[in-house]
């Protein structure tokens, strides 16, 4: 008998955040983004009322996001806070976020260009699906970084 999968992937808009869902998403991005990147910056930066946010849970333990935001008078839509548990790295599961990040921008805002902004790092990994750079590197907070665009 086959084993049910224990990973789930699940959209959600702002409001259907409760207050607890919404206390584990942001710890989760700061863990990530502010402690272990040792980069006092502002995650709360006022986007995510707007945004659609991807988690994907093991076993309910939340161990990636990202959030998905609309420009609509820009034609573009930006992938952006894309973070993987620590111990779920090298899994192929930043891979599997992007890929519904870019299933569903391709589905819902077919007309937009997508755009993140990477830290320069992990430029080959977004190059790899598509992406190409856009920018120089820039610092962010004391994170170098690099604008990207994926088109079609």
């Known amino acids: ?6 990973t789930h992937l ?17 710890r989760f991005r700061q863990s990530i983004f502010v ?6 910056y502002a995650d709360l930066d ?3 009322q ?13 161990g990636g996001y990202l959030r ?3 420009f609509e008078t820009e034609g573009r839509v930006a992938i952006g806070r894309v973070a993987v548990a620590p111990e779920l790295r090298h899994r192929g599961l930043a891979r599997r ?12 805002y077919p ?16 190059e790899r699906l598509g992406f190409v750079m856009m920018s120089a590197p820039y610092d962010d907070c004391g994170v170098p970084h690099i604008e990207m665009i994926r088109r079609g």
Request: no cysteine.
């Open 1 to 6: 008998m086959k084993q049910p999968d224990p």
């Open 68 to 70: 998905l935001v609309p």
């Open 50 to 62: 707007r945004a659609r946010h991807l988690l994907w849970r093991n076993a309910g333990v939340l």
């Open 111 to 126: 007309r937009h260009t997508v755009t993140l902004s990477a830290q320069t790092y992990l430029a080959p990994f977004y």
């Open 10 to 26: 699940e959209w959600l808009g702002f409001a259907d955040f409760s207050a607890a869902l919404l206390y584990e998403a942001l």
């Open 97 to 108: 976020l992007m890929a519904e990040a870019l299933t569903i921008s391709a589905r819902d």
């Open 46 to 48: 006022g986007l995510d």
């Open 35 to 40: 402690v272990e990147q040792h980069s006092a």
